[in-house]
Each structure stands twice: as structure tokens, then as C-alpha cells.
């Protein structure tokens, strides 16, 4: 009689876990206790986020406006130009090449990456003539800016050069999108190292200062 009721509470118990399983793809998940840690409103990487703004999430993917890459230097705070418009180009003329001068190290850097970026038009000595230009026989038949040997360069401050690689300037595009803030500055540290006096002024600015009240007699 005992085990009768030992495999009859065996079979019941069988039955009420089999009938507890769903074959099929069960939609409701039931009462939830915490929405928030059952749905995340997390934007998932690759995930389709054309329908995020119906769900109330509001997403471009784009970083909020003034935020500044761990580090890199703040972003150039002036805007660009519209058409016809120079205030924010003569304006740049103040601002000042915020990355302190190079060491040995990062000048060889800038170097690679002006090298990179602007050689083929600027050329290696920096005088204009590039792959691009070769003299007058490359495919681009106006020579680029002449960066050492023209002193409208060699005199042009550090701000304008960097309004110019952020924004563009005449033929010459933005490259804001191939060098970062901090990168840009670098690069013109480099192009003014290479002018007249310029390493001479770098020099100067990377060497520690002397005491002058421990300066011996």
C-alpha cells in the first residue's frame, strides 16, 4: 500500500513538471518586479536603433558637444567661418599652440605625422614641393603652400595654421577627421621647428627654467 502511494506521488510529481514545460516560444513574461533590469534601455553595440526614438530613447551616436577624448586637448573653440566671412580666422591669430613644446620623443611623432598627412602636397622639406606638385610636373598643377621659405608662413601664428588644418582653407580640406586636436598642435609644432629660429625657440621653451636666486656668482 506504501509504495502505491510512493509511485502514485511519483507519477503526479512527473505530470505536473512535464505539464509545466512550454514547447513553444513563450511570449509573456508575467508580472516583473523591476521593468528596468528585465528590458535595458542600454544601446546595444551594431543593435538597429531606428526605433529608439519611438521608445522615448533619444540616441545619435554622436559624443555630447564639448567632450574631450582622455588625453587630448580641448577642441579649437573657435567656429568656423560661413562663406565670405574671415572674423574667426584673423580672430585665431591670438590663440596659442596649447601642447607645451615637444620632447625628443613626441617632435619624431609629429614629424611621422606630418610626414603622413601633409607631405605629399607640402613636401618633406616643407617647401611646397610634394609627390603632388613635383615641380611642376605631378598631377596638381598648383604648387601648395610653401610652409619654409615664404615668410607669410614662417610669420603666420600657430592659431591660424591650426584654424586652417581644423576647418580648411582655401584648396586645402579640414583634417580634423584624420588628425585629433592634440595631434594637430603637434604637427604644427613641428612645421615651426622647421622655419627660421624655430628650433632655436623650441629649444629654449623645452629647457627647465634656472633659478636665478641660486644662480652662483
Request: glycine share 8%; with cysteine.
Amino acid at each position: 500500500m506504501r509504495s502505491t502511494k510512493i509511485v502514485t506521488a511519483g507519477f503526479i510529481t512527473v505530470l505536473f513538471a512535464a505539464s509545466s514545460c512550454n514547447n513553444g516560444v513563450r511570449r509573456d513574461t508575467g508580472r516583473i518586479y523591476m521593468p528596468d533590469m528585465a528590458y535595458s534601455r542600454a544601446v546595444e553595440t551594431y543593435a538597429d536603433h531606428s526605433n529608439l526614438t519611438e521608445a522615448g530613447i533619444y540616441y545619435d551616436a554622436t559624443p555630447v558637444a564639448g567632450t574631450v577624448k582622455r588625453g587630448d586637448v580641448a577642441y579649437f573653440p573657435l567656429a568656423m567661418d560661413k562663406a565670405g566671412d574671415t572674423t574667426n580666422y584673423n580672430a585665431s591669430k591670438q590663440i596659442q599652440n596649447p601642447v607645451p613644446a615637444l620632447n625628443e620623443k613626441d617632435m619624431e611623432e609629429a614629424k611621422r605625422l606630418y610626414s603622413v598627412n601633409c607631405g605629399i602636397c607640402h613636401g618633406e622639406k616643407l617647401n611646397g614641393n610634394g609627390p603632388l606638385y613635383k615641380e611642376g610636373n605631378g598631377p596638381y598643377p598648383a604648387k601648395p603652400a610653401t610652409l619654409v621659405g615664404d615668410v607669410k608662413y614662417e610669420t603666420m601664428p600657430a592659431g591660424q595654421m591650426m584654424y586652417s588644418l581644423t576647418y580648411g582653407k582655401n584648396l586645402m580640406g579640414s583634417y580634423a577627421a584624420q588628425l585629433s586636436t592634440k595631434q594637430r598642435w603637434m604637427v604644427i609644432h613641428y612645421i615651426k621647428s622647421m622655419q627660421p629660429g624655430g628650433k632655436a625657440v623650441a629649444t629654449e621653451a623645452a629647457a627647465p627654467a634656472v633659478d636665478s636666486t641660486k644662480a652662483t656668482k
